[in-house]
C-alpha cells in the first residue's frame, strides 16, 4: 500500500476554547506564532469544564511546527493555550 493522506476540518485558534464539541478524530496541529512561554494542552471535552480526560497534559510548541496527533476524542476536543500561540488544529 501506498501512503495515506489524512485530511480534515480545520479551524484556526489563538485562545483556550472547544474546537469541537462532537466525537471525533485529532490529526494534528500546527502551530504558527509560540512565544511567551507557550503550552498546548488537548481534552476530550465537549465543555471545557473540568474534569476531562487529557490527550495531551501539556507540551511547549514551537513555532514553524508541524504536530501529528492521531488521537480519537469521545465528548469534544478542547484544548487550553498558554503564553501566546496561533495555531491551526486539523481535525476529522
Known sequence: MG???QTGGYKEI???GVVSP???DLIG?????ASDTPTITIGDSATGTPPYDFIISSFT?????FYPIPA????GLYIAIGG???AT???A
Do not use: L
Open 29 to 33: 496541529i500546527f502551530v504558527s506564532i
Open 61 to 65: 510548541p514551537v513555532a514553524g511546527t
Open 89 to 91: 488544529v486539523i481535525f
Open 3 to 5: 501512503n495515506q493522506v
Open 14 to 16: 489563538d485562545a483556550t
Open 84 to 86: 501566546t500561540v496561533t
Open 22 to 24: 462532537i466525537r471525533g
Open 72 to 75: 480519537s476524542y469521545n465528548t
